[in-house]
């Protein structure tokens, strides 16, 4: 049997949960989460993944745990905004925990159309919220994944810690920042139990080729422009996923409810060092591909409206109430995710072509 770690809720206590609602699960983390609890062997419930499927949700990510999961994995095409669908999920699925994922998330796409993100980061949070009062008798936990952006941007020097003071600058982070507070207010008003988390850039498989990481690999392998926005010095802190996930299960087994916790991967990184790596690892991986070395294909382009120049994270409250660090440095989770993309030929071909749209449309409409 393996022993029980010791844990803020006491030695030996961790929450159980039997039906846990993901909200995004098709998504890229969402999909990876629920995965990485299928491999929890002391996980022996249900995951009910409640999704919208936008152009962000791929059921192809987590097409090969319907098949082994069957029994235990359930999949709805929702929208979190509809209280009435998501509402009869949560009483007939006889959901006890909920984690919530679903969200627009690209800053870019922010910036040209706010709507969405209003829409479903903010309405949508709200609606899972008054639905989690609603069944507050079968509601355990309600944990809601969120992001370092909502403090705005560092200088030079400082790390993010749970406490430093919101300061959005993007609709997509204002948006985030508006459902942290409204998590906050149903804790502190209704005595929902929730957690939240604020974690930094992730990175890792089934991640949508429109954020850096992704984009930059199949544009190079593609022999097509590396854009790297403004001079290439803003900093992000990066995460490889599966730590990211490791890390929202250990808070929604033990962490304190009521409570904000940093996800982080002590890893800072310049734009242009994040590129030039990517560069140096494909022009290693295949020496005569006809695009090395790839570095000449890095463009300076106009800069993101906005830009926050600088995020850093300090997890220790993580790491001391838990035990929580991440597993991966940047260079094994860098590896692995180029590796992935390399090899995963059909997942990015249906991906870039849009395939996989119609294939939705072709199975639930649109
Ligand atoms: P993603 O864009 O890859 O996936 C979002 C998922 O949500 C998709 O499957 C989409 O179909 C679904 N969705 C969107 N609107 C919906 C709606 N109205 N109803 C139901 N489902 C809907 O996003 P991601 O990168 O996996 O991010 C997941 C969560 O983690 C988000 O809340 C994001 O803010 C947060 N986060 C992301 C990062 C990152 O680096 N990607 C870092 C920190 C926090
Ligand atoms: O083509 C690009 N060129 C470029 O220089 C893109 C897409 C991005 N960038 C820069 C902008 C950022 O400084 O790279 C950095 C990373 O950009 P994104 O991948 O778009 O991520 P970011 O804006 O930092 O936000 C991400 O991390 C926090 C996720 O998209 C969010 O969902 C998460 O909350």
């Known amino acids: 049997m393996v022993p029980l770690k010791k844990n803020s809720l006491g030695v030996g206590t961790m929450r159980q949960f039997n039906n846990i609602l993901v909200t995004g699960g098709c998504g890229f983390i969402g999909s990876n989460f629920i995965r990485f609890i299928f491999e929890d062997s002391e996980f022996s419930g249900r995951i009910i993944n409640a999704d919208k499927l936008t152009y962000a949700g791929n059921p192809e990510n987590i097409e090969d ?22 509402g009869d999920i949560i009483k007939k699925m006889k959901i006890d925990a909920v984690c919530h994922f679903a969200a627009e998330s690209h800053v870019d796409r922010s910036i040209a159309e706010p709507d969405a993100f209003i829409k479903t980061n903010i309405n949508g949070t709200f609606n899972l919220l008054e639905l989690a009062r609603k069944h507050r008798d079968q509601i355990k936990l309600f944990h809601h994944v969120s992001t370092d952006e909502v403090y705005g941007s560092l200088g030079e020097t400082g790390l993010f810690t749970e406490t430093t003071p919101y300061c959005p600058s993007s609709p997509y982070s204002a948006s985030k920042a508006a459902s942290d507070h409204l998590v906050q207010a149903y804790a502190a008003t209704y005595g929902l139990p929730v957690t939240i988390s604020n974690c930094s850039n992730n990175y890792g498989p089934y991640q949508f080729p429109e954020k850096l990481i992704p984009l930059i690999i199949l544009n190079a392998l593609g022999g097509k422009c590396l854009p790297v926005y403004g001079d290439g010095k803003n900093i992000r802190d990066w995460l490889y996923v599966t730590d990211h996930c490791c890390a929202v299960w250990e808070i929604m087994k033990a962490g304190r409810t009521g409570e904000t916790y940093n996800i982080g991967g002590r890893c800072e990184k310049k734009n242009i060092d994040v590129v030039n790596t990517i560069c140096s690892i494909l022009n290693d991986i ?66 870039k072509s849009g395939e996989y749209l119609k294939w939705v449309e072709m199975h639930y409409g649109k």
């Open 286 to 351: 295949d020496p005569d591909d006809k695009n090395n070395p790839h570095e000449k294909l890095i463009e300076f382009v106009k800069d993101r409206p906005g830009h926050d120049l600088r995020y850093a994270i300090d997890f220790s409250k993580l790491e001391n109430e838990l035990g929580w660090t991440p597993e991966e440095t940047f260079e094994t989770g860098l590896e692995k995710t180029i590796r992935w993309y390399v090899d995963n030929t059909r997942w990015v071909e249906r991906v």
């Open 65 to 86: 745990l319907e098949n082994k999961f069957n029994h235990r994995y359930f999949f709805f095409r929702e929208d979190i905004c509809n209280k009435k669908t998501i």
